[in-house]
């Protein structure tokens, strides 16, 4: 090394240097007297004047310690204003979205009614299968701005931040998943908890509603429940005839295994019956296909006796044992030729006309669905009736201080509640004591949607509707049993 006048020491020429510090090896310039002490700890750290120790540790150049020794490692470092970051969980502790059916049992709505925890977060948000909607991400927005909002309301009720962070970072998760939000139906419920999140993709479309309470609230997921309210769609043509399942809520193909595929799959009668062709009775209506003699039959023989073998194998494997509408859909001539040979008993007069062999099975339905709307109201109808005809006893009432208590002692038959409706408070149930608030707060509860969880439990009747179909100007009105 050399030395200046001043008997301080620099690092050879043509090595970088600074004031006070060492970029590289070698050491900063120091007065005579602190000679001895920066030789040794040259001697400590460096082989020579270009090599360091190699069991010195290094910190890499580019390392970001801006956050400090201690930052929580594998935290990406995201800009603060990034509401959607990731949040930074213990994978022992981190809880799975998991998808409930998007139609309910009653089993299962009874889970979800009766789970209870301190905090219970339930959200309902009306969603788009698609449309501009979805090109511009609306349902997302909209639920990343409810996660924002629940995680205020429990930090206003004091809830532990890592408590929160555990309980909404399966939901920020859902933000990242593009597949989720390209599957949307009417509507998404979502249910939290400590430990728990469980969500339907609903095929009605809710109120949008958050609730912060210690119970999940289910009220809007009785539209959803399962139902015996069916019928089956068989679609006609003379290739291959398909049979389809649909509810309120959907239809779904059922794969007959015997079906032929077209009509010259069905073989005729032998030459010896081939003057023998089936008659419809009287009752049957539609055409009469009477003996031909020798040779083939015309088309529409052909057809009926293609259509009766079909009929055949759908009666003997499926519909034998079912007693609800048969919706025919078809080219409109072949509609009474099917009739004609049928021997279910319960075929819908109205039937789709056209040719639907390829249709979409969604558009489908649609078209289904429309002409058994008035099927799948009677159930309802008939409620109302009952209602009506009850009026005027004391086996109805809409006042919530007789129905909450009547809901709790098994006491209702029947129940309507105004949709999005709510009524805070508390009853005890061994007192017979009911308290009405006039809003939410921290002791009191949802009792229209209490009212409605022990109705169903006691093997009561439930509907969820809008005002105008509500029987009585009130938020709820039931039927009791006695």
């Given at each position: ?219 809007p997921l009785i539209p959803i429940m399962a139902s015996k309210e069916h019928f089956f769609l068989l679609v006609i043509s003379k290739q291959k005839c398909k049979l389809f399942r649909a509810d309120a809520f959907g239809m779904e193909y ?160 029947h129940i309507f509640v105004k949709k999005a409706n709510h009524i805070w408070g508390t009853f005890d149930e061994n007192s017979n004591e009911l308290t009405l608030g006039d809003s939410e707060s921290a002791d009191s509860e949802d009792l ?35």
């Amino acid at each position: 090394m050399g030395k200046d006048q001043s008997g301080g020491f620099h690092p050879p020429k043509g090595k970088p240097s600074t004031i006070n510090k060492v970029e590289g090896l070698g050491i900063s310039n120091a007065p005579a007297e602190k000679l001895d002490e920066f030789l040794e700890l040259d001697n400590k750290y460096v082989e020579d004047d270009l090599t360091l120790d190699p069991s010195l540790p290094v910190r890499h150049p580019n390392r970001n310690t801006s956050k400090g020794e201690n930052s929580f490692k594998g935290k990406e470092n995201k800009p603060e204003s990034d509401k959607t970051a990731e949040l930074s969980i213990d994978d022992e502790n981190k809880t799975e979205p998991e998808e409930l059916p998007q139609v309910l049992d009653k089993e299962l709505f009874v889970e979800l009614a009766s789970y209870q925890a301190p905090c219970c977060v339930t959200m309902y948000i009306p969603t788009h299968k698609s449309g501009v909607e979805v090109n511009e991400k609306k349902d997302l927005i909209n639920f990343k701005n409810a996660l924002q909002d629940v995680s205020k309301r429990l930090a206003d009720r004091e809830i532990p931040q890592a408590v929160i962070e555990q309980m909404l970072t399966p939901g920020y998760e859902l933000l990242q998943n593009d597949t989720f939000w390209a599957g949307m139906n009417e509507g998404l419920a979502v249910f939290i908890s400590e430990g728990y999140f469980r969500y339907i993709k609903m095929p009605v479309a809710p109120e949008n509603e958050l609730m912060c309470e210690k119970s999940f609230y289910v009220s809007p997921l009785i539209p959803i429940m399962a139902s015996k309210e069916h019928f089956f769609l068989l679609v006609i043509s003379k290739q291959k005839c398909k049979l389809f399942r649909a509810d309120a809520f959907g239809m779904e193909y059922i794969d007959v295994p015997d079906l032929p595929e077209e009509m010259m799959d069905v073989k005729r009668i032998s030459e010896k019956d081939a003057s023998t062709v089936r008659v419809a009775n009287s009752s049957g209506g539609g055409a009469n296909f009477h003996g031909m003699g020798g040779g083939n039959p015309d088309e529409k023989a052909n057809i009926a006796t293609y259509f009766e073998h079909v009929d055949d194998i759908l009666y003997k494997q499926i519909l034998h044992t079912e007693n609800v509408p048969l919706l025919l859909a078809g080219v409109e001539y072949l509609i009474p030729i099917y009739k004609s040979v049928c021997d279910y008993h319960n075929v819908c007069s109205e039937s789709i006309t056209g040719s639907h062999e390829h249709d979409d099975k969604n558009e489908l339905y649609k078209l289904a669905k429309e002409i058994m709307l008035p099927y799948f109201e009677q159930p309802l109808d008939k409620a109302l009736t009952i209602f009506a005809n009850q009026s005027a006893t004391e086996l109805t009432s809409s006042s919530p201080n007789e129905i909450i208590p009547a809901a709790y002692y098994g006491r209702i038959s029947h129940i309507f509640v105004k949709k999005a409706n709510h009524i805070w408070g508390t009853f005890d149930e061994n007192s017979n004591e009911l308290t009405l608030g006039d809003s939410e707060s921290a002791d009191s509860e949802d009792l229209l949607d209490e009212a409605l969880i022990k109705t169903i439990q006691n093997g009561g009747e439930v509907y969820v509707l809008d005002e105008d179909k509500m029987p009585a100007e009130s938020p709820v009105a039931a039927v009791f049993r006695y």
